[in-house]
């Protein structure tokens, strides 16, 4: 009877190979299917006594279906939600009865079919009603979390239109002319939107909360030019940022140019050396041959040196110049290197004067005050004033001697700085300026004047800035024209009365004096010239609503060229209408409106298995994953990603990938299996003759 067994364990399984060559036949067109090949074993049964030979062989078994995962063709579609994975990687499908509620997050089901489609509830699903898992989007839809268990992972469509929301920031950055008509106020015109008062206009368009539009206007008008007082100190080159800055960085309250910036000197020495001598510190200086420039002697007294361009901080207090090799006596020692270049230049004016005078808030020196002093024909209208070694920002604006004897007075520019001991120090010094230009490590160039370039040396170097009033209206509304409309940074115009300017923008050497200066990090302007607007508008419907808003002027420039606008940008929005899904390559699903604002939907989640062959077909063009796989509870084997990453395939939309039945291949197994069979009926045939046989014989 074991021949019987035998014979029919082949007829069985042939029959249960011919189905799995038959199925894959049958799914040679479904999207994703894996081809199925039956594995055949032979059985052998062994004695009790493990000294006896191998019984004859008891036929055949089969040890499963074996499915190897191997790509499919990719073929293209029309549908933008169907998708084809590249490489390795399947979807990750969750299981409900028709709607998200339904959904068990422990169904979970894996696939390679990517025919997807949207449900009526804006969830994607497959053609089984199963629904796609990812990451999810973030609240405004901006970005992409790393959130799988939100919503149980479902990706949803977005809503097919999105509400406008208002503009809380406007950027625009222009270039203005800087060889356009300056309205100064010796100009006396006053700003008129409906004449040729102002240089350059630009509009943008804004909204408001419910989406409705508005025009912003903005009118840029060059004014007179005014001064900037920057300070060296150790920190670098400091000044303070426009009227109309707001800091970026926190606590900042001054701009800090670089300080390895250098400051070039373009006034011409009034005398030259070549070389020097000395090689340690000197109050002498030993000069190598006569200066240039100068005749047989250097102009005394209190010319300032400087070594190799630099100022020395010395002065000379007398030079005897006989011979080439006469010494010069400077009023302190310095490190002179041998071979370094020397240059004189016009000289500090150092005075004497009664100790314990009080000169807070004085705009003249008098001779009251002054003692003694150099020559007072050296001081000139311009000299910058010096009390103590400190820079007071005052200059010489008139004087009044008579060849250095009394009466004589200095008028100052302005009333001294306060000061808590009244100016008790010994000196007074007037410091001719020199014109010079700091040089910025990024290359700007910025032209100022002072009376030394040594570094941190405390000095204020003043520089002329170029001064531009801006104007706003919205839908013509001026902005603080009436208390309907405010800014911040709401100011009286130079000229005239009415219109106010909502900011003041200083330019130097062209560049915004708030955006000089830039973040290491970010590479953002340390400070922003900004101005908050606020009105009230009207919609289509005579409704009125507040709308306020930052307007940013940080980016804006000044240079001899055509005016344009470089940059203009706001955040506010109308009603928009989804126009266009895309998938891109990594699996993310993006919405397109027809504003032209992109929205996340999500980023389909991809699952890779070690032992890919171990899943479980369910059918519906899905898999389970068995003991044999890991589950992604546990952790085992499986790989939980997104696409492009690691191990994980790409995502290409508007394609599927075929089946990876090859149906030559299985007609031929086909053939073989039926072959098979018919022998296999055979043998069962031989059986039954040799029964039959048998029993004729005992008959």
Do not use: C, W
Not at 183 to 190: E, H, I, L, M, R
């Amino acid at each position: 009877m074991s021949n019987i067994a035998t014979a029919l364990s082949g007829l069985q399984n042939v029959s249960l190979a011919i189905d799995t060559v038959s199925n894959n036949i049958a799914n040679a067109n479904t999207v994703g299917y894996k081809t199925g090949e039956y594995v055949f074993a032979s059985q052998f049964l062994n004695g009790s006594n493990s000294s006896d030979q191998p019984a004859t062989g008891q036929g055949s078994q089969s040890l499963g279906v074996r499915r190897p995962m191997t790509q499919g063709a990719i073929t293209n579609s029309a549908n933008p939600l169907d998708l084809a994975i590249s490489g390795k990687g399947m979807f990750r499908l969750l299981q409900g009865s028709g709607s998200a509620e339904t959904v068990d997050p422990a169904s979970v089901y894996y696939s390679r079919n990517g025919q997807f489609g949207v449900d009526k509830n804006g969830y994607i699903v497959n053609e089984n009603g199963m629904f796609l898992t990812g990451y999810q989007p973030s609240l405004d839809g901006s970005e992409i979390t790393d959130d799988l268990i939100k919503n149980n992972g479902l990706l949803r469509m977005p809503d097919s239109n999105l509400p406008g929301n208002a503009t809380t920031n406007s950027i625009l950055s222009a270039m203005l002319d800087s060889t356009g008509s300056a309205f100064t106020k010796t100009a006396n015109v006053a700003f008129d939107p409906t004449q040729a008062t102002y240089n350059n206009k630009t509009t943008q368009t804004i909204f408001d909360n419910s989406g409705n539009s508005h025009t912003l206007e903005v009118y840029y008008r060059r004014i007179t030019d005014s001064t900037l007082s920057i300070k060296s100190d150790t920190a670098g080159y400091t000044y303070s940022p426009s009227t109309s800055s707001s800091p970026n960085t926190l606590g900042t309250t001054l701009v800090t140019l670089n300080k390895e910036s250098i400051l070039r000197v373009n006034t011409a020495a009034k005398a030259s050396a070549l070389s020097t001598t000395a090689t340690t510190s000197l109050s002498t200086l030993t000069l190598t041959s006569a200066p240039s420039n100068a005749g047989s002697t250097v102009a005394v007294p209190y010319m300032k040196v400087f070594i190799n361009g630099v100022d020395s901080g010395a002065t000379v207090t007398s030079a005897g110049y006989g011979t080439p090799s006469g010494g010069i006596t400077l009023n302190t020692a310095i490190s002179v290197p041998s071979g370094a270049a020397v240059t004189f230049f016009a000289g500090d004016n150092s005075f004497t004067r009664a100790s314990g005078v009080d000169l807070s808030a004085a705009t003249s020196i008098t001779s009251s005050t002054v003692i003694t002093g150099s020559s007072y024909a050296n001081v000139t209208v311009g000299d910058k004033l010096f009390i103590g070694g400190v820079d007071t920002g005052v200059t010489l604006t008139s004087k009044s001697d008579t060849g250095g004897i009394a009466p004589y007075t200095f008028n100052l520019s302005a009333a001294l700085p306060s000061s808590t001991d009244k100016y008790t120090a010994t000196d007074i010094v007037f410091k001719h300026p020199l014109a010079m230009t700091l040089v910025t490590p990024e290359g700007t160039e910025i032209p100022v004047t002072g009376a030394s370039n040594m570094k941190a040396s405390s000095e204020k170097l003043t520089t002329t800035t170029s001064q531009v009033e801006v104007y706003a209206a919205i839908d013509g509304n001026f902005i603080g024209l009436n208390s309907s409309t405010d800014s911040n940074r709401l100011a009286a115009a130079e000229v005239g009365v009415g219109y106010k300017t909502v900011a003041k923008l200083s330019f130097m050497g062209g560049e915004n004096i708030d955006a000089i200066v830039k973040d290491s990090m970010a590479g953002n302007p340390i400070f922003q010239t900004n101005t908050t607007l606020t009105t009230r508008v009207t919609n289509q419907a005579g409704g009125s609503s507040d709308l306020v808003f930052k307007l940013d002027l940080s980016g804006t420039q000044l240079h001899a060229g055509a005016f344009q606008i470089l940059k203009s940008t706001q955040n506010g929005e109308a009603v928009s209408r989804l126009t266009n899904v895309t998938v891109d390559n990594a699996g993310r699903i993006v919405g397109v409106y027809g504003t032209g604002k992109q929205q996340f939907i999500g980023q389909v989640a991809m699952v890779n298995f070690d032992n890919e062959e171990g899943l479980i077909p369910v059918g519906k063009n899905a898999f389970a994953a068995s003991n044999m796989t890991g589950t992604e509870q546990d952790g085992t084997g499986v790989t939980v990603g997104r696409a492009g990453t690691g191990v994980m395939g790409e995502i290409r939309s508007q394609a599927l990938e075929s089946s990876n039945v090859d149906l030559a291949n299985e007609l031929v197994r086909l053939m073989i299996l039926q072959r098979s069979y018919s022998a296999n009926s055979q043998s069962l045939k031989a059986v039954d003759q040799t029964l039959r046989d048998t029993l004729q014989m005992v008959g």
